[in-house]
């Protein structure tokens, strides 16, 4: 009861977050404990449930943030009693649950990064290249409309984000910069795209997805699959091995996408 109170009035900011605690508490929490009283749920065999995950610390981490959430709404609005004692993730702890993983990406130097960016053709080139010069996320630069681009100021304007399929208003944190700084490389890469695409209309993405009608951007997962991985395969910077990727030290890579390409 508590959780579904919770799932149904907690004010998310982002419709990602939301998506995520409903994940968490609908699928893992509530089958679990959904017959047991809130507040008597006991700490030790909390956490022995959370350490039966085979994930890593930073995802357990994740799960037992979301649970704590929960009750310390539900003390918020009265709904269960004040005090760290009613809480019974406050006294879950151990390194086990530590929310910073120890994993560090590939980022690739400028020369690499030139290889992959040489390996992509029109459009794929020209949205790698706007991530890799300006620093923006794949979410903000799918995200991008024509009416963003201030041709005359060189400057981007970053108004929403494409996150998980949804379109969102704004940058994905209140630090995030509204505005970056567009080197004239890429102007004229986006004006020869724009030249290029049938959606070229102010109100549309820069990066449409054609199957959609231009209704919505395209899909950054799948512009991974399809175009990122195989320009760093072809650049000869990361190669894959019984479905795992490496780099060129041998080192496994566990994710590789824009992120990897960096800032130059």
Request: hydrophobic share 40%; glycine share 6%.
């Amino acid at each position: 009861e508590l959780a579904e109170k919770y799932l149904a009035n907690y004010p998310f900011n982002k419709q990602s977050t939301k998506e995520l605690h409903e994940q968490v508490v609908k699928h893992l929490l509530v089958p679990k404990w959904a017959d047991a009283e809130a507040i008597n749920i006991d700490p030790p065999k909390l956490k022995l449930w959370f350490l039966g995950f085979d994930v890593e610390s930073s995802t357990r981490g994740k799960y037992k943030s979301i649970m704590s959430g929960v009750y310390s709404w539900g003390q918020c609005e009265g709904l269960i009693p004040r005090g760290e004692q009613f809480n019974p993730c406050r006294y879950v702890k151990g390194r086990e649950f530590t929310q910073v993983t120890a994993y560090e990406a590939l980022v690739l130097e400028i020369e690499d990064t030139f290889k992959v960016l040489s390996a992509l053709q029109q459009p794929e080139y020209e949205l790698a290249l706007l991530i890799t010069t300006c620093g923006l996320r794949i979410s903000e630069a799918l995200g991008l409309r024509w009416r963003n681009v201030l041709w005359d100021r060189g400057l981007i304007g970053i108004r929403e984000t494409f996150v998980h399929l949804k379109m969102q208003d704004g940058a994905k944190t209140k630090l995030s910069r509204s505005r970056v700084e567009a080197p004239q490389l890429l102007l004229d890469a986006l004006a020869a795209w724009k030249r290029e695409t049938i959606y070229a209309d102010d109100h549309d993405f820069v990066f449409p997805s054609e199957k959609l009608h231009g209704d919505q951007p395209r899909s950054a997962s799948q512009l991974v699959e399809d175009y990122i991985r195989p320009a760093a395969i072809a650049a000869g910077v990361i190669s894959v091995k019984d479905g795992i990727t490496y780099d060129r030290d041998g080192e496994v890579v566990k994710r590789f996408g824009f992120h990897n390409l960096g800032r130059h």
